[in-house]
């Protein structure tokens, strides 16, 4: 990966709706030669997709969770393919040390919150506890990677 990809790269991250004119031009390459690159990052998966940035709130999702999940340790795999059927759970990590998992989650509003917490997750393979923080504010909107390690 050169200067140039950086660049293809820091422009779509910040517009993916540029079309491939507008972005060959803001790069200074030709539309052939930015296209093939284009296509090349998503090849490789360095492009693993587009979508758009919507407002949760918009949407009715009001109420935002960090949850932190341990389980017993075999059973993680089974929590991994879980947990990919909860679409209120709309980020996970999992960790070293302790706890075993960082979920974001969002519901409606903290009764809906409660409803998901009883009814799905606390039910889920090998979830030996689980500790939500409630997100107060949104500070920093997830963003563009920068273009350098």
Known sequence: MDALDRKILAEVQADGRLTITELADRVQLSISRCQRRLRDLERAGVIRGYRAVVDA???????????????????????DRALAEVPNVVEAQ?????????????????????????????KLPGVRGLTSTIVMKQVIEPRPLPTQP
């Not at 974001?104 to 509003?109: E, H, I, L, M, Q």
């Open 94 to 122: 999992r960790l070293f040390g302790s706890p075993d998992y960082l979920l974001r989650v969002v519901t409606a509003d903290l009764a809906s919150y409660q409803r998901l917490y009883e009814e799905t997750l606390a």
């Open 57 to 79: 709130a918009a949407l009715g999702f009001g109420f935002e969770a960090l949850v932190f999940a341990k389980l017993r340790l075999d059973t993680m795999a089974d929590f």
